[in-house]
């Protein structure tokens, strides 16, 4: 059975400090793996990493993944108060044109000031 | 550009009422899915449709139909509701990999 695993689940910091989030899983058809953000409403896209070890970066956060072991880690330097939200990845499977997500609980990110 | 819109933002149902959620998508994506979110889970597929006339059963899809009318439009139809279909509902369009979402429709079934 295909299997998502976010770790921790939830996480308090403080402003400036650096977070690490953990995603396992085990998938099959496995093609690329995502990560979104998502504050009060929808989703918003992050990352896609379908190469194992290439750092992926945006700004303060930066993404790798390990195909061999099956993880996934996203990063967040410097947090700032606006990084608060649910951070959720998803493996993304299937074959031909239309690939399917599944969706690990995803790891609620509190920043205080 | 709007993206992905979805209606109604809000609905309250009773027990074996039946409605149809609305979505559509202006970004010319031929895939298009529909989600539900529950407390504490990410989201789990529903349906989706990787092209206009075709739909697929996804993760979760008993009590619920799809219809996939033309290219734009993904409709999510509940045809008795339960209170177990109390959920945040994302409907969201894809042409390759990212999958952009809609703002999501807030359903309780009481």
């Known amino acids: 059975e295909d299997k998502v695993v976010q770790s921790p689940l939830s996480l308090v910091v403080h402003e400036g400090d650096t977070v690490t989030l953990n995603c396992s899983y085990e998938?099959?058809?496995?093609?690329?793996l995502l990560w979104y953000k998502q504050e009060k409403k929808a989703p918003t896209f992050l990352f896609m990493l379908?190469?194992?070890?290439i750092e992926k970066k945006s700004g303060r956060l930066s993404s790798i993944l390990d195909k061999k072991e099956l993880f996934s880690i996203l990063n967040i330097t410097a947090t700032q108060t606006g990084d608060s939200a649910v951070y959720l990845c998803?493996?993304?499977?299937?074959?031909?044109?239309?690939?399917?997500?599944?969706f690990g609980q995803g790891t609620t990110l509190q920043v205080k000031p | 550009n709007a993206g992905v819109t979805q209606t109604p933002k809000f609905q309250v149902l009773k027990t074996g009422q039946s409605m149809t959620l609305q979505c559509a998508q202006d970004?010319?994506?031929?895939?298009m899915y529909w989600y539900r979110q529950d407390p504490g889970m990410g989201l789990r597929l529903i349906y989706y449709?990787?092209?206009?006339?075709?739909?697929d059963k996804g993760e979760v899809p008993n009590g619920y139909n799809v219809s996939r009318l033309n290219k734009r439009e993904f409709s999510l139809r509940l045809e008795s509701a339960a209170p177990s279909q109390t959920s945040v509902y994302f409907c969201?369009?894809?042409?390759?990999?990212?999958?952009?979402f809609g703002p999501g429709t807030r359903l309780t079934v009481t």
């Open positions: 969201a369009s894809s042409e390759e990999v990212s999958q952009y």
């Open positions: 998938v099959t058809n496995f093609r690329s």
């Open positions: 379908t190469s194992s070890g």
């Open positions: 998803a493996p993304l499977h299937g074959s031909g044109n239309t690939g399917k997500l599944i």
């Open positions: 970004m010319n994506h031929n895939s």
């Open positions: 449709s990787a092209s206009e006339g075709t739909t």
